[in-house]
């Protein structure tokens, strides 16, 4: 099936030809039927278009047509065509979902705008649906490092490359980065896959009791010591260690764990026995190791030792072309979480995202998709109010929006209270909803 294909139905052989000929003028791949049942024959769960039909036609009308399409995907784009006297007709039907709805004769431009806004949408439904399956289940663990630009394609293949040298390695980057996601690929990529992914954060812990996380302990080695303790050392034999914010360890830890990674043996505490292990470490910091070696907040000797084999995780404003698959994977993930439709993400959206600088990295922009996709505001400071917007209209449009958002919020998505709230009819508030693209299901509270 060719891309983005549109198909018009309509009884009326001449109206057909002129809606057929507007949309081919402007490079639109258009197949024109007479009626509602040939239509159907080449609509597919994962057909790539928009269906434009009029309202009012013999055996199968426009409202069942959006039935039987929908019961195929509901998310393909319906646009009815109908009458001025069946608006209210087709108020209802976009209450069963259609996309939108033009009165005869539609405005060529117009036609052009909502046909143009709906391929949109179905293309990024298609695209989710993707990165959906892919999350469900990944073929590769390098399936989850997310990313197209060069560094990200380095990224992956240095990743498969210390997976099979099965070898210490020092992750680096900033906070937010995926640190902890690329110490999991190299786990799940190695031939440790099956074997234990044993993770602890250095700076979580006080120096009292990182010791014996780290190695465990004897019974009576200390106060309150009943029993015996396996460490994450120990425990993490013939599989991976992982320690996260390495710079936070203690210089009096520094040295023991020095021991595990150049003898592969330990002492618990309170015990004289050595333990040996065969495990592959991995640690993660977020400062330069070398700088704290010279100011001796480091041991020089373990940082040469971590040094051996190094990834260093690009900050998300250096590859900014990964925003938008980024962006897009993780709101659909908020929405698979929430159980709700994923709204369009507009390309002024995108622009917007593109311009902020992402202090918190990958962290961050999760915690905007996650926003983005219950309706709130993202919290992007001036760029947030700065969408590209070239004239007036635009910028009245997108306050117009955010207003509707925010009372859908408010009243969990109920129509009625939303419409009163903001002083407009419900036959009003659902146009300029059908306008944005906005869904009622999107603003409510989840079980």
């Known amino acids: 099936m060719t891309p983005e294909q549109i198909i018009i139905v309509d009884d009326e052989d001449d109206v057909r030809e002129a809606y057929a000929q507007t949309l081919q003028l402007e490079g639109f791949n258009v197949a024109a039927f007479a009626t509602a049942r040939d239509a159907l024959e080449i609509i597919s769960a994962d057909w790539p278009g928009v269906v434009v039909t009029d309202l009012r036609m013999p055996r199968i009308d426009g409202l069942e047509l959006l039935r039987k399409t929908h019961a195929i995907d509901s998310d393909i784009p319906v646009v009815m065509i109908t009458a001025h006297g069946d608006v209210p007709v087709a108020v209802d039907a976009m209450r069963s979902g259609a996309y939108d709805f033009l009165e005869k004769p539609p405005d060529p431009l117009l036609m052009l705008e909502v046909v143009q806004r709906a391929l949109k949408h179905r293309k990024l439904v298609l695209e989710n649906r993707r990165l959906r399956q892919q999350l469900i ?28 040298a099965d070898v210490d390695t020092l992750i680096v980057g900033e906070t937010g980065t995926g640190k902890e996601l690329v110490a999991q690929a190299l786990h799940k990529c190695s031939k440790r896959a099956k074997r234990k992914f044993v993770a602890l954060n250095c700076a979580a812990l006080p120096e009292s009791l990182i ?23 120990e425990y993490a034999h013939k599989g991976i260690l992982f320690l996260d914010e390495i710079e936070s360890m203690p210089l009096s830890i520094q040295a023991k764990l020095l021991r595990v990674l150049q003898e592969r043996s330990f002492e618990r505490v309170g015990a004289n026995e050595m333990i040996s292990v065969n495990i592959c470490v991995i640690a993660a910091a977020k400062t330069d190791l070398k700088a704290m070696s010279e100011q001796g907040l480091l041991r020089s000797d373990l940082y040469y030792r971590l040094n051996v084999a190094t990834i260093e995780l690009p900050a998300l404003r250096h590859r900014r072309d990964d925003i938008p698959l980024l962006f897009s994977t993780l709101s659909q993930q908020a929405a698979m979480e929430r159980r709700t439709s994923l709204p369009e993400i507009s390309p002024q959206l995108l622009e917007t995202l593109m311009q902020h600088d992402w202090p918190g990295n990958v962290r961050e922009l999760k915690n905007v998709a996650e926003k983005f996709v219950i309706g709130l505001p993202l919290g992007l400071g001036a760029h947030e109010k700065v969408e590209k917007s070239g004239s007036l209209s635009e910028m009245t449009e997108n306050f117009e929006k955010q207003c509707i958002i925010n009372a859908l919020v408010k009243n969990n998505g109920f129509i009625t209270a939303t419409a009163t709230a903001l002083g407009l009819p419900r036959k009003t508030l659902y146009l300029r909803m059908q306008k944005y693209n906005l869904r009622k299901e999107t603003y409510r509270s989840q079980d």
């Open 137 to 164: 289940g990944s073929e590769s663990p390098l399936d989850t490092i997310i990313g197209k630009t060069p560094v990200m394609t380095g990224l992956r293949q240095t990743i498969t490359m210390l997976a099979n």
């Open 211 to 233: 010791e014996s996380e780290l190695f465990g302990h004897e019974k009576g080695a200390f106060t309150n010591a009943h029993s015996r303790r396996i460490g994450k050392v």
